[in-house]
């Protein structure tokens, strides 16, 4: 079953700092190991990848800025600039 973008809303939260910024999705509702996540940058885009035998879809998000970085943290993923 593959689901698309508008059936896989996730909450996401953007947070401004005066030493930088952080973006966060949160994947947890999703129930899915972070080995089934990708994230590519292209420019000031996040492209999030979720390949899962049973979910498979593409999350783009516009970013602040180009550099950027990624972890993962109990179910979400936290993406914030490069300093």
């Known amino acids: 079953m593959n689901k698309s973008r508008s059936d896989t809303d996730l909450h996401v939260a ?7 910024w952080v973006v966060a999705v949160d994947l ?4 899915i190991d972070t080995e089934y996540v990708t994230v590519d940058y292209l420019e000031e885009e996040a492209v999030i990848g979720i390949d899962t035998p049973t979910l ?6 516009t ?3 180009q550099e950027a970085e990624h972890r993962f943290n109990n179910g979400v993923l ?5 300093t």
């Open 63 to 65: 970013l602040p800025e």
């Open 78 to 82: 936290v993406i914030k600039n490069v």
């Open 14 to 20: 953007r947070y401004e700092y005066e030493s930088g």
């Open 28 to 31: 947890l509702e999703l129930a």
């Open 56 to 61: 498979k879809t593409e999350i783009d998000l």
